[in-house]
């Protein structure tokens, strides 16, 4: 069944919105919290090292990782290119949206890697390797999280509404004190 990242967008059918609410923002800011939360279990593992978690919870780990990231790369990005493309040829936006995707394909990367990695028997041998790997992975996908945002703000500008320029900057508050 294929989704539709932009049905119940305010202005689905426009190039992009005009004006930016707090509601608009709310679903990729889940995402976004999504993440990073998996970023924090991620941080527990590599810390815990060499001890290797329980296969019960590395699986459900890993599922929720190529599941969050691999969703997030094909929705968020035609969900932001909707909500700040103007139409138009503007270089910044196109450098912007174009640097948020590679992020995205790089977090996807990162995760099928983790994947086989942890799918060989003597993962756990080399824990310094894994260590590096996860370690990659959860910086990568929290500057990717903190990029976009900023992205947001600064492409969509005058645009947002002030409750969503509050929820914008509480969000990159929290992602600075952890």
């Known amino acids: 069944m294929d989704r539709n990242p932009l049905q119940g967008s305010v202005v689905p059918f426009a190039r992009r919105w005009h004006i930016i609410q707090e509601i608009d923002l709310i679903r990729l800011l889940q995402e976004h919290r999504r993440r990073l939360a998996l970023c924090g279990q991620a941080e527990a593992m590599a810390d815990a090292l060499p001890d290797r978690p329980v ?5 459900l780990f890993l599922q929720a990782l190529e599941t969050l990231v691999t969703r997030g790369e094909q929705a ?3 969900y932001l290119e909707a909500m700040l493309c103007n139409g ?8 912007l949206l174009d640097h948020i995707r590679h992020r995205h394909e790089a977090d ?11 799918a060989e028997a003597d993962a756990f041998a080399a824990p310094e390797t894994l260590g590096h790997m996860l370690r990659n992975f959860f910086t990568g996908c929290r500057r990717a999280v903190d ?3 900023l992205a947001i703000i ?3 500008g005058h645009r947002l509404t002030p409750s969503a320029r509050g929820l914008l900057v509480d969000a990159l508050a929290e992602s600075v004190a952890a």
């Open 55 to 59: 296969a019960a919870t590395m699986t």
């Open 76 to 78: 968020d990005g035609a």
């Open 88 to 95: 138009l040829n503007d270089p910044l936006t196109d450098t």
């Open 108 to 118: 996807a990367a990162a995760v099928r890697e983790l994947a086989a990695a942890f």
């Open 147 to 149: 990029f976009e945002q």
């Open 154 to 156: 600064a492409l969509a």
